[in-house]
């Protein structure tokens, strides 16, 4: 009994000392890196407030606001743990929550249970804490520690509710410091994105940030939290996109307001002011064929990959960099898997103009119904970003959608893009290609361009992601050329070799001249062997005996 007992002590001494390491270690992560106190100046209010313990912020299991969408991916096991920060309604004051796995079962609605730590404020001035518990602590730390070492539930009535594995933060957690804000880039209602800097894996990186605004008018509120929700959400599902067509996100920055996305920073801005601003004029069919239409059409085949259905394509939504890559950006409407019906009670708007007839009449979304919307993508980018139905009032163009009428090709457009724009919006989804025949269907186009020979000028390229990953991704620039080109380069090469055979024919002629100016042509002698050289000797002898019979 006693030995029992002693090996039970000291398992609790043993986790004791797991929980102060996680926390010592916590301690000095929170302390590296270089540090942006202008931001949390500036920018940054208390996330904590009074109400929640300074102390807590500085431990590395700590969350801050991590909403619980995104918690169920951190805690895997039974036991593991995390504290965070939550404000049910935004007159409430925030609280501190104890999140803990008390199952595995993906599909138990109580696989997670949430215990909020009480705080009361004791006559002397003493804060004193306390979960369900009447058990009072002077820290949250120590808390933790009380229920990790005695290993009773933190919630009583749930048995599997005891405290294991405090969970650290993850790599796309961004520190606030770690962040240093710059240029306004555009701003909204509710939020802003800023150029600026991040350290990612150890590495400052130039990026873009998302920055939501904090709101304090309480009639705002309610709808700031739906943004930062929105915000929350477009960075759950960016986190695992890796391909060069499709806009990179780093991480976000929860552990305090004002919440941030930190996302790559794309240089040259959206494809529609690439055509109505930038470059005006200057981009050529080649470069609007296989540049924008098949790089948007790769990163939105890619999306559909993932089981993702982006329900916002425009010309707007796709980045294009200066080295001419298409970029599918703006998830904030994205939904994973293969039908969304959205809820009347919403009353969101919707992009009328980009969406699908089903979409208007259900508000039914699917892999299809982005399908459609890149059909008006297609015709953005050969208007040279002309706005669809323009001069139309949104019945207008709805009753014209429903009824099966299209727009015209916009003036120059290729017939086979117009074509291809034809079998992107059939009013029957089912009659609808898919975003991988699209892609076939572009590099098809390109093939012929280039008689043939190769689908497009293929570009193995491989993505290194900040995680180690690195993902390779095939990237298309279009060179079809017209004839006329081809057979002026064909011209050109003819030329070429024509003076390579001559000043080779003239160095041959050259060479012959000097050889017949030579009076002594050296003989190239065979190397005497052994055997050779006795038989040299015996037709000597032989001669000197046959001349003296003669004489």
């Given at each position: 009994m006693a030995s029992a007992e002693g090996g039970k002590a000291s398992h609790k001494e043993e986790r004791s000392k797991h929980f102060k390491k996680t926390s010592a270690d916590a301690s000095r992560s929170c302390n590296k890196g270089p540090s942006y106190d202008e931001i949390s100046k500036s920018r940054a209010s208390s996330s904590i407030t009074e109400d929640v313990a300074k102390h807590v912020e500085e431990e590395n299991f700590y969350h801050g606001l991590l909403p619980r969408e995104d918690i169920t991916s951190i805690l895997e096991k039974v036991g593991d743990f995390i504290v965070r920060t939550t404000q049910p309604r935004p007159s409430d004051p925030r609280e501190i929550v104890i999140s803990v796995r008390v199952s595995v079962d993906e599909s138990d609605p109580m696989a997670i249970r949430h215990v909020v730590v009480r705080k009361r404020k004791k006559q002397d001035g003493r804060i004193e804490w306390r979960a369900i518990e009447a058990e009072n602590f002077s820290t949250v730390r120590e808390l933790i520690e009380n229920y990790i070492a005695s290993r009773r539930p933190i919630n009583p009535e749930v048995k599997a509710s005891i405290l294991i594995r405090p969970i650290k933060r993850k790599p796309w957690e961004f520190l606030h410091d770690d962040i240093k804000l710059k240029d306004l880039l555009g701003e909204g209602q509710f939020g802003e994105v800023r150029a600026g800097e991040a350290l990612v894996n150890g590495k400052r990186l130039s990026v873009a940030i998302k920055v939501a605004k904090?709101?304090?008018?309480?009639?705002q509120m309610a709808k700031a939290k739906e943004k930062i929700k929105e915000m929350m959400h477009e960075a759950r599902l960016m986190r695992y996109f890796k391909h060069i067509n499709v806009v990179r996100i780093h991480g976000v920055a929860v552990l305090k307001e004002p919440l941030m996305i930190v996302m790559e920073r794309v240089y040259g801005g959206s494809i529609i002011d690439v055509l109505t601003v930038t470059r005006v004029g200057q981009v050529g069919e080649d470069e609007k064929i296989g540049n924008m239409s098949l790089g948007a059409a790769r990163g939105l085949e890619y999306v559909h990959s993932k089981n993702c259905i982006h329900r916002d394509i425009a010309a707007r939504n796709v980045l294009y960099t200066d080295t001419r890559i298409a970029k599918i950006s703006d998830f904030g409407m994205s939904r994973k898997g293969d039908i969304y019906e959205m809820s009347r009670a919403r009353n969101k708007k919707i992009p009328l103009k980009w969406t699908a007839p089903e979409s208007m009449v259900a508000l039914q979304y699917t892999k299809k119904t982005d399908v459609f919307s890149f059909s008006i993508l297609l015709w953005e980018i050969f208007s040279n970003g002309s706005e669809p139905y323009q001069g139309m009032t949104s019945l207008e163009v709805k009753r014209m959608i429903s009824c099966g009428e299209r727009m015209k090709a916009p003036e120059g457009c290729p017939n086979d893009m117009y074509e291809l724009m034809t079998k992107c919006w059939e009013q029957n989804p089912s009659k609808r290609i898919t975003m991988t025949e699209v892609v076939r269907y572009i590099e098809g186009l390109l093939s012929q361009e280039c008689g043939g020979t190769t689908t497009a000028t293929q570009?193995?390229?491989?993505?290194?992601?900040?995680?180690?990953?690195?993902?390779?991704?095939?990237?298309?620039?279009?060179?079809?050329?017209?004839?006329?080109?081809?057979?002026?380069?064909?011209?050109?090469?003819?030329?070429?070799?024509?003076?390579?055979?001559?000043?080779?024919?003239?160095?041959?002629?050259?060479?012959?001249?000097?050889?017949?100016?030579?009076?002594?042509?050296?003989?190239?002698?065979?190397?005497?062997?052994?055997?050779?050289?006795?038989?040299?000797?015996?037709?000597?002898?032989?001669?000197?005996?046959?001349?003296?019979?003669?004489?």
């Open positions: 904090v709101v304090k008018e309480e009639s570009a193995t390229r491989e993505e290194s992601s900040d995680d180690g990953c690195t993902s390779t991704v095939t990237t298309a620039t279009s060179k079809g050329r017209s004839k006329k080109k081809r057979a002026h380069k064909q011209k050109k090469r003819k030329h070429r070799h024509k003076h390579r055979r001559r000043r080779k024919t003239q160095s041959l002629k050259e060479r012959k001249g000097d050889a017949s100016d030579e009076k002594e042509v050296v003989k190239r002698t065979k190397p005497v062997t052994r055997r050779r050289r006795q038989s040299q000797n015996k037709m000597k002898s032989g001669e000197n005996k046959h001349t003296k019979i003669r004489g």
